[in-house]
């Protein structure tokens, strides 16, 4: 394993989706990865459309805008799209490059299969939802 892959996996391992999987987990999510080059004013995202696909930014930065209005940035580090690889439920934000960047992609149709075959993956990826969903929860109830 490289260090491209070290950095990849860092990454995962931050994602509050992933962050309850195992090195061994989260190495068979990354051999689903894809590495992908995208020039900048490329739309990533489209607030409203399917998305099916999850992303880290291993390089450059891209503005999320919701309604029109930038609302964060991404660089390397960044992810978006996690949701994306278990329903089939519209995006919440655009994402625009701002620069030429770097993304490792996963689709959802290859994870779905991982989620079959690896089942402890589908188990922490389950309770990195319902971690994520009770951190929304209390956000919404300050």
Same mark, same amino acid.
Not at 3 to 19: C, G, I, K, Q, W
Not at 21 to 49: D, N, S
Not at 52 to 67: K, N, P
């Given at each position: 394993? +490289? %260090?491209?892959?070290? @950095?990849?996996?860092? $990454?995962?391992? !931050?994602? =509050?989706?992933?962050?309850?999987? #195992? ?17 900048? +004013? %490329?739309?990533?995202? @489209?607030?409203?459309? $399917?998305?099916? !696909?999850? =992303?880290?930014?291993?390089?450059? #930065? ?81």
């Amino acid at each position: 394993m +490289g %260090r491209h892959d070290d @950095t990849v996996l860092a $990454r995962l391992a !931050e994602t =509050a989706v992933f962050a309850g999987c #195992t090195k061994k987990e989260l190495q068979e999510f990354l051999r689903l990865t894809t590495e992908v080059t995208v020039p900048e +004013g %490329r739309v990533l995202t @489209t607030e409203g459309e $399917r998305g099916s !696909e999850f =992303a880290i930014v291993l390089d450059g #930065t891209a503005d999320v805008t919701q309604r029109g209005k930038v609302v964060n940035q991404l660089s390397a580090g960044s992810h978006y799209g996690e949701m994306s690889l278990i329903d089939d439920g519209p995006r919440t934000a655009t994402i625009v490059a701002t620069s030429p960047m770097s993304l490792a992609v996963v689709a959802r149709n290859e994870f779905g299969q991982l989620l079959e075959d690896v089942p402890t993956l589908a188990q922490a990826v389950m309770r990195g939802l319902a971690r994520r969903v009770r951190e929304l929860d209390d956000a919404a109830a300050l």
